[in-house]
């Protein structure tokens, strides 16, 4: 088996916001490539290229997207036609990508909607306690704790 290669890529810095809180969070990302778009005249697509390039048989090579039908999501589903093996999510979040990077199992279409379906459901709105939502303002600040 192959080793495991992570591209993320995103409008603006969110991929290597992405990759260092990884690197925090796990101690070593150097699987992940990070690709922020649209932060300089750079483009992007080279690089996108040259991780599809080096992805060898065996590898178990995923790519994250930031937004469904954005630019970055077409220019890399476009890339990927010639690259069947490649698993492309978009929707990216820090849950989703932690959860494949770091995944037990080989990472098959089935695990990955797993993961999906685990960080789509750690994805809530959150209720402060003591906070009435029509008046957001109006409890003390010491409640939340109390």
Excluded: W
Excluded at 103 to 124: F, H, I, K, Q
């Amino acid at each position: 088996m192959g080793e495991r290669r992570v591209l993320l890529a995103s409008h603006g810095h969110l991929a290597s916001g992405l990759k260092s809180s990884l690197q925090i969070l796990t101690g070593d990302a150097s699987a992940v490539t990070a690709i922020d778009a649209y932060v300089d005249e750079t483009d992007f697509v080279p690089t996108i290229e040259e991780f599809l390039a080096a992805s060898e048989e065996g590898d178990e090579t995923i790519v994250f997207t930031d937004l469904l039908g954005g630019s970055v999501f077409q220019k890399v589903s476009v890339l990927l036609a010639s690259h069947p093996g490649v698993i492309h999510v978009t929707g990216m979040n820090l849950a989703v990508v932690i959860g494949c990077l770091l995944s037990d199992e080989p990472l098959t279409s089935e695990v990955v909607d797993g993961v999906v379906a685990m960080a789509s459901d750690a994805l809530e709105r959150v209720e402060i306690p003591g906070v009435d939502p029509a008046n957001e303002g109006d409890a003390a600040d010491d409640d939340f704790f109390a």
